[in-house]
């Protein structure tokens, strides 16, 4: 059974600071890997998905890894700003031929200025 | 050009009466995706749903839980004689009709609690 585990439950840091949200999964079988923000009480909004067959990947100030063999993705946010405020959700799809999610319990992060 | 709407955005409800959650998925998506999430805690997938078919319900309660996806209209999730343990906020995601379409968008959600 496929479990996720998101490391640290929550962070609060310094505006200005590069952060490493951790994400661990017990199999190794994804089909990808994908980063979400949520907001207090809005929906979900995507912020990076990898591909099982994938590395990494970018966009703007975030980076995700990933690491299927060792069932590890990181979330690397570069030059904190308080607007980045929110819960980081990882989440693995397990394929089959649809894209059913396994969500970790998130990341709460607090930019302070 | 909307994205996934969900309604109510909040419901409140006595325990034992009967909550009806409703989504309409992005405009020409066929595949609705049901999550819930409990306080503190990550989604949990509850059911995946075609155009009139249910394909995988496993992570759905067998009691008192349904869900449909009609033809024509929204995604209900229905769930009868509410406890509350059902409080929680009741997301719904919809996807092309690809298959292995990779990117669910995700509806602002229901929340639930349960009196």
């Known amino acids: 059974k496929q479990e996720v585990t998101q490391i640290p439950a929550a962070l609060s840091v310094p505006e200005g600071e590069n952060l490493v949200l951790n994400c661990s999964f017990t199999?190794?079988?994804?089909?990808?890997l994908q980063w979400f923000r949520q907001d207090p009480g809005k929906g979900l909004t995507s912020l990076l998905l990898?591909?099982?067959?994938?590395r990494e990947q970018t966009s703007g100030r975030l980076n995700a890894s990933l690491d299927k063999s060792s069932g590890r993705s990181t979330l690397y946010i570069a030059a904190s700003q308080p607007g980045d405020s929110a819960t980081y959700l990882c989440?693995?799809?397990?394929?089959?031929?649809?894209?059913?999610?396994?969500f970790g319990a998130g990341t709460r992060l607090a930019v302070h200025p | 050009n909307a994205g996934v709407m969900q309604n109510p955005r909040h419901l409140v409800r006595r325990r034992g009466q009967e909550a009806r959650l409703r989504c309409s998925p992005v405009?020409?998506?066929?595949?609705v995706y049901w999550y819930r999430q409990l306080p503190e805690e990550g989604l949990k997938f509850m059911v995946y749903?075609?155009?009139?078919?249910?394909?995988?319900e496993s992570g759905m309660p067998k009691e008192r839980f349904s869900a449909e996806f009609p033809k024509e209209g929204p995604s209900i999730l229905r769930i009868q004689q509410v406890v509350r343990g059902d409080s929680a906020a009741y997301f719904c995601?919809?996807?092309?009709?690809?298959?292995?379409?990779?990117?669910?968008?995700f509806g602002p959600g229901t929340r639930l609690l349960v009196l």
């Open positions: 989440a693995v799809a397990l394929g089959g031929g649809y894209n059913k999610l396994i």
């Open positions: 199999d190794s079988a994804i089909y990808n």
């Open positions: 995601a919809s996807s092309p009709p690809r298959q292995g379409a990779e990117t669910q968008y």
């Open positions: 405009k020409g998506h066929s595949h």
């Open positions: 990898i591909q099982s067959s994938q």
């Open positions: 749903l075609q155009k009139e078919n249910i394909i995988d």
